[in-house]
């Protein structure tokens, strides 16, 4: 069935150090991949996103890369702050036009001043 | 606010009771989803709308839960005779449909406790 496996599952960073998240889907055809912040008592909240058609995505600090041949994607977050605190997921959307959301199981990223 | 909005925020309820929970989209989003996060974990897909249709509805999703979305405005999730495994935080996001590829906004949620 659908499933996104996310590693790791907790990581403490020192400040200004990088942090990479690293997913994996079943479903080759899908086709959309979110990741999300969530800060404690806080709704989830979209940070990037990329689409299957490209490989990679950059937004100034965050980037996150696809390869589609190794049902892969990861976030990578360079020059960490502490505000960068947070649960991070990913997510991937399966094959068919519903939209919906598998999600990862999350990680809980510490970054130490 | 222009977001998605819950209602109510938090709800402690006892075991067997009915409870109901309203989420209000962005206005023009034409999708909805429910979605389930217990602790330590990653939403759950439990449901979505197109408009007012429910197109799917995930086989985790017992006979205990209905959703509803009249009128393809806001929807409620109803769940009856609760049971302390429904214990989590109900989630609802909204979409505006271009193409299967759309960004959902998540609401804040309502934090439901079964005793």
């Known amino acids: 069935g659908e499933n996104v496996e996310q590693h790791p599952s907790t990581l403490s960073v020192q400040e200004g150090d990088s942090a990479v998240i690293k997913c994996t889907y079943s479903?080759?055809?899908?086709?959309?991949f979110p990741w999300y912040k969530q800060e404690l008592g806080k709704r989830p909240q979209l940070i990037i996103d990329?689409?299957?058609?490209?490989g990679e995505k950059k937004d100034q600090r965050i980037a996150v890369t696809l390869n589609k041949t190794a049902k892969h994607f990861s976030l990578h977050i360079t020059e960490t702050q502490p505000e960068d605190s947070a649960v991070y997921f990913c997510a991937a959307s399966p094959s068919g036009n519903t939209g919906k959301l598998i999600f990862g199981q999350g990680t809980t990223l510490q970054v130490k001043p | 606010d222009t977001g998605v909005s819950q209602n109510p925020r938090h709800k402690i309820t006892k075991r067997g009771q009915n409870v109901t929970f309203r989420c209000d989209p962005i206005s023009e989003h034409n999708r909805l989803y429910w979605y389930r996060q217990t602790l330590g974990q990653g939403p759950e897909f439990l449901t979505y709308?197109?408009?007012?249709?429910?197109?799917?509805k995930s086989r985790l999703l017992s006979d205990r839960f209905s959703a509803e979305r009249p009128k393809g405005s806001f929807s409620t999730l109803e769940i009856q005779r609760t049971e302390q495994g429904d214990s989590a935080m109900y989630l609802c996001?909204?979409?505006?449909?271009?193409?299967?590829?759309?960004?959902?906004?998540f609401g804040p949620g309502t934090r439901l406790t079964v005793l």
């Open positions: 990329i689409r299957s058609n490209v």
């Open positions: 709308f197109q408009n007012e249709a429910q197109l799917e």
């Open positions: 479903d080759s055809a899908s086709n959309y």
């Open positions: 996001a909204s979409s505006f449909r271009q193409t299967s590829t759309d960004t959902q906004y």
